[in-house]
């Protein structure tokens, strides 16, 4: 059974940086694609960054530049390195995993059927 829990959320300054991780049990961590997603109050949940078990990564236009996602497979572990955060960047943060899933929708919510219960990042201005 996939599991995944996040850690590393806090609250910072605008300007600031926080490292999110992702620990995954129950699966071949290598065979799966994996993702980063977050929810603020009253939105939709978006797609921050994805990768693929090769590596390839993708970002939101909105992090691109300041967000950086990697993973250890020997650890099982997603990251997310968050730079130069601003206040829009708080949200709820949750990582997700699915062994099926098309690369050109990785930033979609529906592709990914196992989800961690996220992580709270807050920036003040």
């Known amino acids: 059974q996939v599991q995944l829990v996040e850690s590393g959320g806090g609250s910072v300054q605008a300007g600031g940086s926080l490292r999110l991780s992702c620990q995954a049990f129950?699966?071949?961590?290598?065979?799966?694609?994996m993702g980063w997603f977050r929810q603020a109050p009253g939105k939709e949940r978006e797609g921050v960054a994805s990768?693929?078990?090769?590596?390839?990564?993708t970002y939101a236009d909105s992090v691109k530049g300041r967000f950086t996602i990697s993973q250890n497979n020997a650890k099982s572990t997603l990251y997310l390195q968050m730079n130069s955060l601003k206040p829009e960047d708080t949200a709820m943060y949750y990582c997700?995993?699915?062994?099926?899933?098309?690369?050109?929708?990785?930033?979609?919510?529906?592709?990914?059927?196992?989800w961690g219960r996220g992580t709270q990042v807050t920036v003040s201005s």
């Open positions: 990768i693929d078990s090769d590596g390839s990564t």
């Open positions: 997700a995993a699915d062994a099926f899933v098309y690369r050109d929708y990785s930033l979609r919510a529906e592709q990914y059927n196992n």
């Open positions: 129950g699966y071949t961590y290598s065979s799966y694609f």
